[in-house]
């Protein structure tokens, strides 16, 4: 198992590509994921089954968004997609870093 994330997962637009920063987020059942973007309103949504209580989360004032992890989340990896809106243009990230449930 490794080290939880206790901070939130920031997105930003460089050279063209989303980055996300830490590239792998660690959570646990019950607790949340948090995502924030400085560059604008961004958009994310799970593939298949989602770790937390909903499937998609958009930013909200602040360019920001947090979401409860399912307390009967299962532990394994959840790829998602991610679009962000900067610069004029969204961009799009369909092989975003996974989010990673570990055991309580």
């Given amino acids: 198992m490794g080290k939880r994330n206790t901070e939130g997962i920031s997105i930003s637009v ?3 590509l ?3 920063t830490p590239s792998k987020y660690r959570a ?3 607790g949340s994921v948090s995502w924030n973007c400085a560059e604008g309103p961004f958009a ?3 593939f298949g089954v ?3 209580e909903t499937c998609d989360a958009q930013s909200e004032a602040g360019n920001q968004a947090s979401r409860a992890v399912r307390r009967d989340a299962v532990a394994g990896t959840y790829p998602y997609a ?3 809106f900067a610069e004029g243009r969204v961009y799009l990230d369909a ?3 996974a989010i990673i449930i570990d055991q309580p």
Avoid: K, R
């Fill in 14 to 16: 460089s050279g063209g």
């Fill in 18 to 20: 989303i980055v996300f």
């Fill in 28 to 30: 646990h059942p019950g």
């Fill in 44 to 46: 994310v949504q799970f």
């Fill in 50 to 52: 989602s770790p937390l």
């Fill in 82 to 84: 991610c679009a962000v």
């Fill in 95 to 97: 092989n975003c870093p």
